[in-house]
């Protein structure tokens, strides 16, 4: 079911599973703006603390947009802090670029992001067979 959408995301909530899954969707994410990309993020957390997932999986496959350091540490500090209290694991499958790739890693292996379980997929039913054995 979908729960909330930005012009660049789609977060869809599967309460049967405790399952939340955020979608990078336009294929134009190389022209997001950072604020475009906070927005998202934001909306994302806000579904974290209503719905309270065990549960997510992050879909960066479409996902053109690098997150430089300064942002990677906004992420971890205003996004990570509010899921590592709440979910349990994230997969993760990655974009086709090794730029964006590496910075989505980056993300994960900061300070807040290392209290929560989290791996990294090309395929999505790899990931939510690891989400939801």
Do not use: G, R
């Not at 974290?48 to 971890?76: C, G, M, R």
């Not at 670029?97 to 590496?102: G, P």
């Not at 989505?104 to 807040?112: G, P, T």
């Amino acid at each position: 079911m979908k729960a909330s959408e930005t012009n660049f995301s789609i977060n869809k909530w599967y309460e049967e599973k405790s399952l939340l899954e955020f979608h990078w969707i336009n294929q134009e994410s190389q022209t997001m703006k950072l604020s475009d990309f906070e927005e998202a993020l934001l909306n994302y957390v806000d579904l974290v603390k209503k719905y309270q997932p065990s549960s997510v999986l992050v879909n960066a496959e479409t996902l053109s947009f690098a997150i430089v350091p300064e942002v990677q540490h906004w992420v971890d500090q205003s996004i990570n802090a509010v899921t590592n209290m709440i979910v349990k694991k994230m997969a993760v499958i990655l974009p086709q670029t090794l730029i964006e790739q590496l910075s989505i890693e980056q993300v994960l292996d900061e300070k807040e992001a290392k209290k929560f379980a989290s791996n990294f997929f090309s395929d999505y039913q790899e990931a939510i067979h690891w989400l939801i054995p």
